[in-house]
């Protein structure tokens, strides 16, 4: 029976992975995901899960027991953040290469140094190109819909690659909102058990798996088929979407759309701060200002055509990343301009970073970005990557300096 | 440009025959290029190396497709489907082969080829001058040098500058060099490898495009589990043990030593060596204790 | 862990007990004469078809190479330095799976981590200690060739004093190539008190057999470290591996061991030491140490050493000499 309820960021993960019954989690702790693995050992404990619950060495081992227990054909949750995430990087991509199905979530932590705690994007985003699907999330409930969506999308066969689902520390993850629990019954309709027919290790059906490969045209061959699969479940997640919606009442597309209509200056965001980006849009709108938003959510396949689509056109698009490629810029900024390459109607782009650390992005750092937007539309360039930072925010910095003792200029 | 292409087997030292060239070359002021290709296979088994030299800048990289000159450090591997030393090969390549036999007898192995073929036993030489079969490298190094037009002096330069490099003892490092001098004496007596006229680098193959395979084909996972004697490692041979069933006292100590288990039991347990596999490690000559097996120099 | 009233876990006495079926084929990419290989395949031989290797980057990376694989059983590469937290998915979901229904008991698996020094004793010790700890139900064979092999030849932890290697080499500050002693893994490991320990060698392969046989009967974690002579990287002919094997454990360089929830015995104690040149001498990596002239200390160290374990050895079992 669905059953509403509020719950954090985090619960709602662990309870995407209760609810797609789960046979294994391997863990290790990282703030701001440890509620996630706390709440699954509690209930791997008392019997309220049937997975086994281990707490590994290391996210580097955590993550190459994940993979070789989905190898060995079990269905695997794991989370990590942050650090973790890049403890464990090369394994990433030998589970994507192995072509087994998991997943795993990344609560978005801001990279050291310095070391800190609250999120922003470069965690995830280092994953791009490991082979991993990436499904960013907004909401707690979506969170825990999206978990289940992964499954579905990881283990068809005509996509078998892990999926990292990705939510906000602190943000999302230490948050409660109200969630509605799907019955555990219409789950396992959605999603039944998982059966493997190319990975398994089983006295009975011996393989060998992750052989070395010699020879570049095996290795182009082996490396591309990620890259198609990674395609093909564009249209695959599009048909579990639908068949999700109809189930559950809650459709998610590949990006969503807010407000888009008929808007003039839209802002690019993801993950939690994208909620941020529709109050303003709302807030605008009241003023007889045509914004709009694009949330990027699925970001691995890259639906280069939805974002195209949703973007051509456009008097201005502000594409705000909280993350920061040093040395080049904001990085979905990059692949958003690559998207609109090729299309006619392409609008003036603003590259906008934004939230680093956590940072918050108040409304008048917005009102400046609706202003920059309407300097590109009116033909005027806009000088990119273009960090938001107040002045409040500079003097307190300034302060600080001093505290440290350096040799602050009046 | 020259382009000379060095087939061996791992520990046959035609990796230092190609620096050695290599080194020669460049002592002689030309650019040049050399690297080896590095497989899966450890010691023993089949692998190649490169040398380009020319006048100019080399704009080329990697393995070597259309040979002016091969040199093949033993005539086991003249035929071989892995090593495949006449790969590329034309009319117009010269083939450089390390054997006891005469070309008569190596061109009846490869009767395709229509290039020139050159052969002489460098091992013996090698042996007599030097007692060491790692100075095989030496003497197809000095010969390619010559082969392809460099001056004694240049050819003993490069190949100094290889044995400063080696941890050999200062009596081996002058054994090498008069190995060098017969060596180079002895190849004069051919003429020298010409450049091409035309400068194709390779054949032009039509191109395809890669599409989506199901995850069972698309990983790389193996399914033939006990596959792997398909791959004939016997090809790393050099030398074969044979047993000399009178003196087998079917002690089971060779069947348990070699490590490949290319060493069966008949049905009276007697020892059975797998030669498709055998790599010729001779470990089993070496631990049996009644001297049951001999050795004999693989031809093939 | 299998029925220990099971005659097929009886201890062997001679050579003729060894299992004649072989569940590594020929085929493989490694190195004629390695002894790393030699000693698995006869391990191989106890742990039967049921079974998946594994592994962490190295040599015997190249036992599977796409797409052939000379294993009867499976084969799982990992990375380098996490093969044991590999065996703990696969063993953990086998369990799980099982119990849920999913898998037949009967197609359960031994599950053997195969792995070279350098990952056992350097990158893996973390992953490593982390699956003993938590007692997992499986094997660890490591092939001790002192070096990182795959790489060339360089040194790792388990290097021993007065070895060259590409990354040791000998030189005005280091005439001994190697300076570091080689890290005790077998004191490391025998401190988290697994279910069972051993050395092994190919050269012995009645007590290699035996340790895998006893070791089959227990349930937990069951170590082994295969001294494993490498013609290739310590320079020497392949046909000499068996040789130096013996040698090691001749000399008491390599000790023949076991210990059984921490309890060591030598399963091996020669009556008389041959001297550790005997060892030595021969092998390429130690040429130094005798030509151009003879590093008198550096041989002295270790034979010292090995005789300061020995004494040690008598010394706590009260064994005569
Ligand atoms: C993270 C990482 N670092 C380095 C390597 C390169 N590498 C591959 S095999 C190897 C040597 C492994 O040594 P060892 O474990 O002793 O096995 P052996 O090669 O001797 O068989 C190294 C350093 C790697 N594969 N992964
Ligand atoms: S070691 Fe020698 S005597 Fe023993 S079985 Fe082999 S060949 Fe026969
Ligand atoms: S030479 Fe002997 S020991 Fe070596 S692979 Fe061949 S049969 Fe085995
Ligand atoms: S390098 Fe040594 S350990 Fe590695 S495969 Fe060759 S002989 Fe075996
Ligand atoms: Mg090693």
């Given at each position: ?11 709602a993960?662990?309870w995407g992975?209760?609810?797609?019954d ?6 290790f ?20 899960i049937?997975g ?17 227990a ?10 990590t953040s ?11 991509y ?5 072509r ?18 609250e ?22 409930q979506?969170?825990?819909d ?5 499954y ?18 602190f943000?999302?993850s230490?948050t409660r909102?109200p ?19 190319h990975?398994?290790?089983r ?6 798996q ?7 045209a095996?290795?182009?061959y082996?490396r ?5 699969a990674?395609e093909?479940?564009?249209a695959?997640y599009?048909?579990i979407a639908a ?21 003039e ?8 701060f ?7 849009v709302q ?16 970001f691995?396949?890259?639906?280069a055509a939805?974002i195209?689509a949703?973007?051509?056109g456009?008097?201005a698009v ?16 990059q692949?958003?301009a690559?998207a609109?390459?090729d299309r ?9 970073i ?10 008048g750092?917005f009102?400046?970005v609706?202003v920059?937007?309407q ?10 990557p ?5 002045k409040p ?18 | 440009?020259l382009r ?30 050399d ?5 899966a296979?450890?010691?023993g ?33 003249l ?7 006449l790969?590329g ?6 083939v ?19 290039g ?11 042996l ?6 790692a ?15 460099l001056s ?17 003892s ?10 060098a ?11 020298p ?6 400068s194709?680098?390779?054949?032009t ?6 599409t989506?395979d199901?995850p ?15 791959r ?9 043990p044979?047993l000399?069933?009178e003196r087998?006292?079917?002690c089971w100590?060779?069947?348990?030593r ?14 059975v ?7 010729g ?5 070496h631990e ?11 031809v093939? | ?25 020929p085929g493989t990419?490694?190195c ?7 000693a ?18 190295g040599c015997f ?7 052939y ?11 380098m330095?996490?093969a044991a ?10 369990d ?10 009967a ?9 070279g020094?350098g ?9 490593t200690?982390g699956?003993?700890f ?5 094997w ?15 040194m ?8 060259r ?6 030189g005005e ?6 300076e ?12 988290h ?9 190919p ?5 290699l ?7 089959k ?24 591996t068996?040789d130096y ?5 001749e000399t008491g ?5 076991e ?15 041959r001297?550790?040149?005997e060892?030595?001498?021969g ?22 050493q ?9 010394e ?5 000499r």
């Amino acid at each position: 029976m669905t059953q509403r309820t509020l719950l954090t960021g985090n619960a709602a993960a662990a309870w995407g992975a209760r609810l797609a019954d789960v046979d294994y989690i391997p863990a290790f702790p990282i703030t701001p995901q440890t509620e996630i693995i706390e709440l699954l050992a509690q209930w791997a404990t008392d019997g309220t899960i049937a997975g086994r619950f281990v707490t590994m060495d290391s996210e580097h081992s955590m993550l190459t027991a994940a993979g070789a227990a989905a190898a060995t054909g079990a269905r695997v949750f794991t989370a990590t953040s942050s650090q973790g995430l890049l403890y464990g990087f090369e394994v990433l991509y030998t589970i994507a290469g192995w072509r087994v199905p998991l997943v795993l979530v990344n609560v978005s932590r801001a990279l050291a140094s310095p070391i800190t705690l609250e999120a922003d994007h470069n965690d995830i985003l280092s994953a791009r190109d490991s082979g991993f699907l990436q499904i960013h999330t907004e909401t707690c409930q979506e969170i825990l819909d999206t978990v289940l969506m992964a499954y579905r999308l990881a283990e068809d066969q005509r996509v078998m690659l892990p999926v990292l689902v990705n939510l906000d520390g602190f943000t999302l993850s230490f948050t409660r909102e109200p969630v509605e629990l799907p019955a555990a019954a219409a789950v396992s309709e959605f999603l039944p058990p998982y059966q493997p027919h190319h990975a398994f290790i089983r006295g009975d059906r011996p393989m060998a798996q992750g052989a070395a490969v010699l020879g570049g045209a095996a290795y182009s061959y082996f490396r591309y088929q990620q890259h198609l699969a990674q395609e093909k479940a564009l249209a695959v997640y599009e048909e579990i979407a639908a068949e999700f919606a109809a189930r559950f009442g809650r459709y998610y597309g590949l990006v969503e759309p807010f407000q888009l209509d008929d808007a003039e200056y839209v802002l690019v965001m993801s993950n939690a701060f994208a909620t941020k980006g529709k109050a303003m849009v709302q807030h605008w709108r009241a003023r007889g200002v045509k914004a709009g938003l694009l949330r990027l959510r699925v970001f691995r396949p890259f639906p280069a055509a939805a974002i195209a689509a949703a973007l051509a056109g456009r008097k201005a698009v502000a594409v705000i990343d909280q993350n920061l490629a040093p040395g080049l810029g904001g990085i979905t900024y990059q692949e958003i301009a690559a998207a609109l390459y090729d299309r006619q109607e392409r609008p003036p782009l603003v590259s906008v970073i934004g939230g680093l650390g956590g940072k918050d992005i108040s409304q008048g750092e917005f009102e400046a970005v609706l202003v920059a937007l309407q300097q590109a539309a009116a033909g005027e360039r806009v000088p990119g990557p273009w960090l938001l930072y107040t002045k409040p925010e500079q003097e307190r910095m300034r302060t600080l300096l001093q505290i440290a003792g350096k040799e602050v200029q009046a | 440009m020259l382009r000379i292409r060095f087939h061996g087997r791992g520990g046959q030292g035609m990796k230092t025959a190609s620096r050695i060239l290599g080194s020669a070359a460049f002592r002689a002021g030309f650019c040049v290029q050399d690297s080896p290709v590095y497989g899966a296979e450890r010691r023993g088994a089949p692998m190649a190396a490169f040398t380009r030299i020319d006048r100019v800048q080399i704009r080329e990289r990697g393995a070597i497709v259309r040979p002016d000159l091969v040199v093949v450090a033993d005539d086991t591997l003249l035929t071989d489907p892995a090593a495949q030393p006449l790969a590329g090969c034309d009319a117009e390549s010269t083939v450089l082969v390390n054997s006891t036999r005469d070309e008569a007898a190596l061109r009846q192995e490869v009767p395709a080829y229509t290039g020139r073929l050159l052969t002489a036993d460098f091992t013996a030489v090698a042996l007599a001058t030097t007692h060491a079969l790692a100075s095989l490298s030496t003497a197809l190094g000095v010969a390619a040098a010559c082969l392809v037009g460099l001056s004694l002096a240049d050819s003993l330069a490069g190949l100094d500058d290889e044995l400063t490099e080696s941890h050999m003892s200062m009596a081996q490092k002058e054994a090498n060099r008069q190995l060098a001098q017969t060596v180079y004496a002895q190849a004069s007596s051919w003429a020298p490898v010409r450049e091409r006229e035309d400068s194709r680098i390779a054949e032009t193959a039509p191109l395809v495009e890669v599409t989506f395979d199901p995850p069972r084909l698309a990983g790389p996972s193996i399914y033939a589990v006990g596959n792997s004697p398909q791959r004939r490692t016997g090809n790393w041979r050099q030398f074969r043990p044979v047993l000399q069933v009178e003196r087998c006292t079917r002690c089971w100590i060779c069947f348990v030593r070699c490590p490949e288990a290319a060493i069966s039991l008949d049905a009276q347990e007697y020892p059975v060596v797998d030669y498709d596999e055998c790599k010729g490690c001779l470990l089993c000559v070496h631990e049996c204790p009644t001297h049951a097996f001999t050795v004999e120099k693989e031809v093939r | 862990m299998s029925d220990p009233t099971s005659p097929e876990l009886r201890a062997i006495k001679n050579l003729k007990q060894i299992a004649r079926e072989e569940f590594i084929l020929p085929g493989t990419a490694i190195c004629g004469g390695c002894g790393g290989l030699a000693a698995l395949r006869l391990a191989a031989k106890v742990l039967g078809p049921k079974t998946v290797f594994v592994n962490a980057a190295g040599c015997f990376t190249l036992l599977a190479t796409f797409p052939y694989t000379p294993f009867k059983g499976s084969w799982l590469y990992t990375t380098m330095a996490s093969a044991a937290a590999g065996a703990q998915g696969v063993r953990d979901a086998l369990d799980v799976l099982i119990a849920r229904g999913k898998v037949a008991a009967a197609d359960d698996v031994e599950v053997v981590v195969v792995a070279g020094d350098g990952s056992t004793y350097d990158m893996a010790l973390s992953a490593t200690s982390g699956a003993i700890f938590r007692g997992l139900d499986f094997w660890y064979f490591c092939y001790d060739n002192e070096s990182y092999g795959n790489t060339g030849m360089q040194m790792s932890s388990a290097t021993p004093y007065g070895a060259r290697t590409l990354t040791t080499p000998v030189g005005e500050h280091a005439r001994a190539g190697t300076e570091h002693g080689k890290k005790d893994l077998f004191e490391i490991w025998r401190a988290h008190r697994p279910a069972y320990l051993a050395t092994v060698s190919p050269r012995f392969p009645i007590d290699l057999t035996n340790k895998f046989l006893k070791a089959k009967q227990l349930r937990g974690p069951k170590l082994f470290i295969a001294h494993a002579p490498c013609p290739t990287g310590w320079l020497y002919d392949p046909e000499l591996t068996a040789d130096y094997a013996r040698l090691a454990v001749e000399t008491g360089i390599f000790a023949l061991k076991e210990a059984v929830d921490g309890v060591v015995t030598h399963t091996y104690v020669p009556r008389r030491h041959r001297p550790v040149e005997e060892y030595l001498r021969g092998q390429g990596r130690y040429r130094h140490l005798f030509e151009p002239v003879r590093n008198e200390e550096a041989i002295h160290k270790i034979q010292e050493q090995v005789d300061r374990y020995w004494a040690n050895v008598h010394e706590t079992t009260g064994a005569a000499r």
